[in-house]
């Protein structure tokens, strides 16, 4: 008997441990077009001034192993000190020389740089200074807007505007605010809805869109993401012709909600989608609290999920906050956070993770994906979320569970080839593990097996009759076979790296991952 309970209680656990099937159904239904993804240059680790370009030239650009390409700065409203108008090309009273080394490279690579204001000039409001207010020795003066100061504040921009022309850099989009709601002792300046409405209605007209004809309006930037903020703007046609992009962060406000939590980027996107309106969540911290440790691989997952349910809330672009930071993309060189962040500048795990969405999901459309019995929201046990760009369609999979998985997929059409990006873990080697999928023939249906605790991109090419087989390659119009290296989207390519398909003169064709 007890030999038997043993036995039983193995096949029990045997079955337990089992894959679990989870269907999930995809229609060629479209939301919105993605902007990309990002991270600020702004204080902090990346100063003194910006001078330590090492971390945007090892996240951003399409030869980048993670192709980050939006970059947040600050517009500064704090004079320059020590540096002097010869270091800067360009005499200004402000210090906005800090993110500009930076915000060259990333425009150079193709990239979006945007700047926030944490605070117009100190003359032009309440308190007298950029700072918040929000401290004793500062008398606890609340800093506004001075009514009789809006008609500045609009010029003020576009001085900027002109500074960072003069020096090499065409800024891409200006936002009204950063955190308009959240009272602070560092610069900072509050707008109610209402205010933020009369200066952006009545004023942001005097944005130089002539001279600086590629600029866009961001709206200010609330802590929550409160729609009351976009709203007012929207259903204000004077202020909504102005306004370009809906921003705001998600400190304490989940993208798609939380028990009592609303979901206030999902309603204020929802609003802004109506009026064709792009959304950015342009600053958020996961996991910043670590004081000790670098974060573990289900720290790194619940950053995926936040990613994925900020796509599934109808985001357009993502900017997380410091890029450079232990519980960031780039290593500090702080050893007391761990071995991998004791050498300054190395690629940290989560950069990976980042990579995921924006080396492959930056450029396409989301499109309807519901996985059958799990409904996206914080911390679920498993998300997804799916994408088409060109050809290709992408998946994206999260799974917290430590159980293997079996994904059928059931596709909008028909597709003849596949890879999967699979992490694992927050070794090197467990990251953007790059593997194929085999399908032998044009499917519309297939299954997927995903280890647990994994985060898994999985491309696919849709088949239009002309795709690149495995085994039988394709033929010239001579009825040879077309020799060489191709790429896995059947584009010829010199030089072979990573997983790529050698074809050869005898017509067949053999995947080859190239190191």
């Known amino acids: 008997m007890k030999q038997f309970l043993i036995t039983l209680l193995a096949l029990s656990a045997f079955v337990s441990a089992r894959a679990e099937n989870i269907v999930i159904v995809l229609k060629n239904t479209s939301y919105q077009k993605v902007t990309g993804f990002g991270a600020a240059a702004c204080d902090g680790a990346m100063c003194p001034y910006g001078s330590d370009t090492q971390p945007v030239q090892m996240l951003y650009g399409s030869n980048s192993k993670i192709g980050l390409n939006i970059m947040r700065m600050e517009l500064s409203a704090n004079f320059?000190?020590?540096?002097?108008?010869?270091?800067?090309?360009?005499?200004?009273?402000?210090?906005?020389?800090?993110?500009?080394?930076?915000?060259?490279?990333?425009?150079?690579?193709?990239?979006?740089?945007?700047?926030?204001?944490?605070?117009?000039?100190?003359?032009?409001?309440?308190?007298?200074?950029?700072?918040?207010?929000?401290?004793?020795?500062?008398?606890?003066?609340?800093?506004?807007?001075?009514?009789?100061?809006?008609?500045?504040?609009?010029?003020?921009?576009?001085?900027?505007?002109?500074?960072?022309?003069?020096?090499?850099?065409?800024?891409?989009?200006?936002?009204?605010?950063?955190?308009?709601?959240?009272?602070?002792?560092?610069?900072?300046?509050?707008?109610?809805?209402?205010?933020?409405?009369?200066?952006?209605?009545?004023?942001?007209?005097?944005?130089?869109?002539?001279?600086?004809?590629?600029?866009?309006?961001?709206?200010?930037?609330?802590?929550?993401?409160?729609?009351?903020?976009?709203?007012?703007?929207?259903?204000?046609?004077?202020?909504?012709?102005?306004?370009?992009?809906?921003?705001?962060?998600?400190?304490?406000?989940?993208?798609?909600?939380?028990g009592g939590t609303p979901d206030n980027l999902r309603k204020a996107a929802t609003t802004a989608a109506k009026y064709g309106k792009e959304v950015w969540m342009t600053e958020h911290s996961v996991t910043d609290y670590l004081q000790d440790r670098l974060p573990n691989w289900h720290e790194q997952l619940l950053f995926a999920e936040e990613l994925n349910e900020c796509m599934v809330a109808g985001c357009t672009a993502y900017v997380y906050w410091y890029m450079r930071a232990h519980w960031g993309f780039i290593s500090t060189g702080e050893a007391k956070y761990g071995t991998a962040n004791k050498t300054k500048n190395r690629m940290l795990p989560r950069a990976y993770v980042m990579s995921h969405f924006s080396k492959h999901v930056t450029g396409s459309t989301r499109i309807y994906a519901n996985a059958i019995g799990y409904t996206p929201q914080t911390e679920a046990a498993f998300e997804t979320s799916a994408y088409v760009k060109g050809d290709s369609l992408i998946v994206m999979a999260i799974d917290t569970t430590q159980n293997e998985k079996e994904l059928v997929l059931k596709l909008p059409f028909k597709v003849g080839r596949g890879t999967h990006i699979l992490s694992t873990g927050n070794k090197t080697s467990e990251l953007c593990q790059e593997l194929p999928i085999d399908i032998s023939e044009p499917v519309q249906e297939l299954t997927v097996t995903i280890p647990g605790r994994s985060l898994s991109t999985l491309i696919f090419i849709k088949d239009d009759g002309t795709a690149i087989r495995d085994v039988q390659g394709d033929t010239s119009a001579s009825g040879r076979a077309d020799a060489g290296w191709y790429d896995l989207q059947g584009r010829r390519i010199r030089t072979p790296k990573g997983l790529s398909i050698e074809r050869r003169t005898d017509g067949t064709s053999k995947k080859v991952l190239v190191k």
């Open 80 to 258: 320059k000190g020590d540096i002097t108008a010869a270091d800067i090309g360009w005499d200004t009273p402000y210090d906005w020389h800090g993110s500009l080394p930076c915000a060259k490279i990333v425009k150079q690579r193709g990239g979006i740089v945007f700047a926030t204001p944490w605070s117009p000039p100190g003359d032009f409001k309440t308190n007298g200074t950029a700072a918040g207010g929000n401290a004793e020795d500062q008398g606890y003066q609340k800093g506004q807007l001075r009514e009789d100061c809006y008609e500045k504040f609009f010029p003020w921009v576009n001085t900027f505007l002109k500074y960072m022309k003069q020096n090499g850099v065409e800024v891409d989009a200006v936002s009204i605010q950063n955190e308009p709601d959240w009272w602070v002792n560092y610069s900072g300046c509050l707008y109610t809805p209402q205010q933020q409405l009369d200066l952006v209605k009545n004023y942001a007209h005097m944005l130089d869109r002539e001279t600086y004809p590629g600029v866009r309006l961001i709206s200010a930037e609330p802590l929550g993401f409160n729609p009351e903020y976009s709203d007012l703007l929207l259903k204000n046609v004077q202020a909504r012709n102005q306004i370009d992009i809906i921003a705001g962060h998600i400190y304490g406000h989940p993208p798609l909600g939380k």
